[in-house]
């Protein structure tokens, strides 16, 4: 009931019997009924040192049962001094890596059991004050879920920020080959794993990214390119290769990523088999929605400069694969072995390049070239692909041999000609 002709307020009741009272009266045993549902429902909790649940965690779950009586006693929203002792068990449970989730799913378990114990025995003439009731548990709930989740993710900010500020440490020190010792920080971010996978990764554009974005009140109409929309599709486009990469670690992977790729160090235990790292990238690329061109070595940090050497050559894969016409997927020296060899300044690539300086101002037969070659020295592929007749393409070929003095079909000229195309390719 809430009041009576004099203008007195009398106690919320429900059952003949005042609440609040009933509430404290009831709040070591029904703290403990809440404590053991938790235990019951939610894994994260059952993991917890058995000291901490009966210590911190059945005192603040006593503490939540004592702060709604207090609710119901003065009929008013608790105040900010109240849910004090609720944001330190927050931000202690963020420190210990308890998910949010799990922490408001306790929360309102316990709301949902303080009003079944309350309204046990309600009876019909209780409808007026189990309603005001229900309006104070609600408004407290949703007051202790901001006050927990803002102190929750306060906390958890602050760590990650350290453990990020700590993982860009080690990384920067990992890629200039710099000794780093083994020992960790705080929170471990400064501990060097075993091994590394060293990646490099070249990201194509996402659909999304090419997509201009539609001026309002023009449906369908372009845009121009880098505004917020294509911006926004990159970062999504990158987040979600670290999100692969760091499920396949279980951890969070070191990366120094943007739009277009760059290098992401994986820590493993073992070296990895090829085709698990093949469908690794698969899976990199699936997710971001773009192809991916990668290459990959494993490293050991103990050898400070394993890692710069394999971003190095990595790096070196990856533009060769992308400049000679490769498919996206992942390749190692062993793929491009002719064409790494081939990039090395020297005099011999520079010869090799000479041999087609007489091509150099017809692009129409280095084309023809590069296609005939490409399709087995088919003429009529060839002709196909460059849309042309198939003698044509004989003539072509015939003008290339009269130019270099090389003929596509001598064993030993066809090699030398394969290999002048891949020196202009790899060359400056």
């Known amino acids: 009931m809430t009041g009576d002709k004099a203008g007195t307020v009398h ?44 210590g911190d965690i059945a005192d603040i779950v006593q503490r939540s049962v004592r702060l709604f009586a207090d609710v119901l006693e003065r009929r008013r929203p ?33 709301v949902a059991m303080i009003a079944e114990e309350l309204t046990a025995d ?62 960790s920080g705080h929170h471990g971010a400064l ?10 990764l070249f990201l194509a554009p996402h659909p999304d990214e090419r997509e201009r974005d539609r001026t309002p009140g023009t449906p369908g109409a372009p845009g121009t390119p880098g505004t917020p ?31 277009t790729g760059g290098t992401a160090l994986v820590p493993v235990a073992t070296p990895p088999p090829w085709e698990e790292l093949h469908q690794l990238i698969a899976d990199c690329a699936e997710s971001a929605g773009a192809p991916i061109t990668a290459a990959a070595t494993t490293t050991d940090p103990a050898d400070p400069a394993a890692i710069p050497a394999a971003v190095t050559q990595n790096t070196d894969i990856v533009q060769l694969a992308l400049r000679t016409g490769r498919r996206p997927g992942l390749y190692r020296l062993a793929d491009v072995l002719l064409e790494y060899q081939l990039s090395r300044p020297g005099a011999a690539r520079t010869e090799l390049a000479l041999l087609l300086a007489p091509l150099d ?12 070659i490409h399709r087995d020295l088919d003429r009529t592929t060839t002709a196909s692909a460059l849309h042309v007749h198939p003698n044509t393409v004989a003539y072509r070929v015939r003008r290339i041999t009269e130019l270099t003095g090389l003929s596509p079909h001598r064993p030993t000229d066809l090699q030398h000609l394969n290999a002048a195309l891949l020196a202009r390719r790899c060359g400056p």
Do not use: C, F, N
Not at 86 to 103: F, H, K, W, Y
Not at 151 to 180: N, T
């Open 122 to 183: 309600a009876r019909p003439g209780d409808l007026a004050d189990v309603l005001e009731m229900q309006r104070h548990l609600l408004r407290t709930q949703r007051q202790l879920t901001s006050a927990v989740s803002g102190a929750y993710l306060e906390a958890r900010q602050l760590i990650d920020s350290q453990e990020q500020g700590g993982r860009h440490a080690l990384m920067a020190a990992l890629l200039a080959g710099e000794p780093v010792p083994d020992r």
């Open 229 to 259: 929309g294509s911006a926004i599709a990159a970062r999504r486009k990158v987040r979600r290769v670290r999100a692969v990469l760091d499920r396949y670690a279980g951890q969070p992977v070191m990366t120094d990523l943007d739009a």
């Open 361 to 372: 101002h017809k692009p129409v037969l280095l084309k023809t070239l590069e296609t005939y």
């Open 11 to 54: 106690d919320l009741r429900v059952g003949g019997r005042p609440l609040a009272p009933l509430l404290r009266a009831r709040a070591p045993h029904l703290s403990r009924r809440v404590l053991a549902q938790m235990l019951s429902e939610l894994p994260t909790y059952a993991q917890l040192p058995q000291e901490e649940v009966a």
């Open 78 to 110: 608790a105040d900010d001094a109240a849910l004090t002792r609720q944001r330190e068990s927050a931000a202690q449970r963020a420190e210990e890596g308890v998910p949010l989730d799990a922490i408001l799913t306790a929360y309102h378990l316990g």
């Open 191 to 200: 501990r060097p794993a075993d091994r590394y996978v060293t990646l490099a």
